[in-house]
């Protein structure tokens, strides 16, 4: 038995890959991907329709009442990313047709890590822009006998006595992410939740960006934040702002949209309102859409941390990902001749901040735009629910996701 553990968190570190191809790829081809030719468009096919199907889960639940939601599609593709390097069969096909990824092992290989080396450049932290660093590592039991590509296909393996010493590899992941997330999340893993684990795979991301306009603080204030309905949920703080800022009111994707930057980088905050019909399409286009306009934004400081086991594995399953989490059929052999491993554990945790200076992680939030007069600033309220994203448009990615409807939670 195996139990995989998938982390989606703020982390400190990102790793790139190099290593001896032509032994570990047999099925290489003239369909591989080239240096120049990389698509990533996948990874928002994906990532976007999990958000759809993790909010549709939340909704019709009779116990999510005002719940917030947050993920990072992109750390969730890039951890099953890792599973598909080990995956065979039809096991493999699940992952390749909801990731987008390429049909040989090579080509897909290449996208995931080429897209991790842009993601790093991007996100390096120089002259002011935003710090985006990650982590992917796979803890595997020594009983395991892996092949020897393994540890050049992941890239950062480590051997962790799972089944005799739970406690103290419970101990060394918490670490490992405590250090990635600079102390965010700190006790991701009980000694329990290890017990007869064969191995781990573990994705980690951390997102710290400033406003490239920055609310002043002095202009917080306590206001109403409302359901849909009109009744109030919650006193919350307040930032305003007023300037330049790209907005649109997309038909396409029943919303307005607004964007808010972060100082010296492509990477910004889609603040989206009311609960749009959100896809790579409909926000291509109202990104498309986006036209300078003086705004005065209101949207509330909120400090939000969520976790999910159960749902994340509804959640792929209704994308088609079904077989690596049934032990009669998940088929892992390309990591190890056994073939009795399956993932029998799925946990996604992550954590936003949003203040007056910017955003470390994400969270998602939907805004209202009126117009008073045309010689007036357009008012942009998220005094209700609302959806945002963080975006980075020169690769065209989804960083983090989230739903805020109750900021104070």
């Not at 719940?67 to 890792?82: D, G, K, Q, R």
């Not at 009111?249 to 972060?262: D, F, K, R, V």
Request: hydrophobic letters at 40%.
């Amino acid at each position: 038995m195996v139990a995989w553990r998938v982390v989606l968190v703020v982390a400190t570190l990102m790793s790139s890959a190099t290593c001896t191809l032509d032994s570990c790829f047999p099925d290489s081809g003239s369909s591989d991907t080239t240096s120049s030719n990389f698509n990533f468009s996948g990874v928002d096919i994906f990532g976007l329709g999990l958000f759809r199907e993790l909010n549709s889960l939340m909704t019709s639940s009779q116990s999510a009442g005002d719940a917030n939601l947050l993920v990072s599609p992109y750390s969730v593709w890039s951890a099953l990313s890792l599973a598909l390097m080990g995956a065979e069969g039809r096991s493999r096909r699940q992952l390749e047709d909801a990731l987008g990824l390429p049909t040989t092992r090579r080509g897909a290989y290449r996208t995931k890590y080429a897209l991790d080396f842009v993601m790093r450049a991007l996100g390096s932290g120089t002259n002011g822009g935003p710090e985006l660093r990650r982590v992917d590592r796979a803890y595997f039991d020594p009983t395991v006998q892996l092949h020897p590509c393994v540890t050049n296909l992941l890239n950062d393996v480590q051997i962790l006595d799972m089944i005799f010493d739970s406690i103290g590899s419970a101990n060394k992941i918490n670490n490992d992410v405590s250090m990635v997330t600079g102390g965010q999340i700190k006790d991701l893993l009980s000694s329990d939740a290890l017990v007869n684990s064969l191995f781990v795979l573990l994705n980690a991301i951390y997102f710290k960006g400033s406003w490239q306009t920055k609310f002043d603080p002095k202009n917080t204030s306590k206001q109403k934040f409302n359901r849909q309905s009109g009744e109030m949920v919650a006193m919350a703080d307040m930032m305003t702002v007023e300037s330049t800022f790209n907005l649109a009111a997309s038909t396409s994707l029943g919303a307005a949209m607004l964007q808010l930057p972060y100082y010296n980088s492509n990477m910004s905050m889609l603040v989206m309102l009311p609960d749009p019909s959100l896809s790579p399409t409909t926000l291509s286009q109202s990104l498309a859409a986006l036209k300078p306009t003086i705004v005065r934004v209101s949207l509330p400081k909120f400090d939000l941390a969520k976790k999910m086991e159960d749902e994340l594995v509804q959640g792929l399953g209704r994308l088609g990902i079904t077989d690596i989490f049934n032990s009669s059929v998940a088929n892992f052999t390309s990591f190890t001749s056994d073939s009795s491993l399956y993932v029998d554990t799925a946990i996604h945790q992550a954590k936003v901040m949003v203040n007056e200076e910017g955003t470390v992680a994400a969270a998602a939030t939907a805004l209202t735009a009126t117009r008073s007069g045309s010689s007036n600033p357009v008012q942009f309220s998220a005094n209700r629910p609302f959806l945002f994203l963080i975006y980075d448009s020169r690769v065209r990615v989804t960083l983090f996701a989230g739903i805020i409807r109750n900021p104070s939670k």
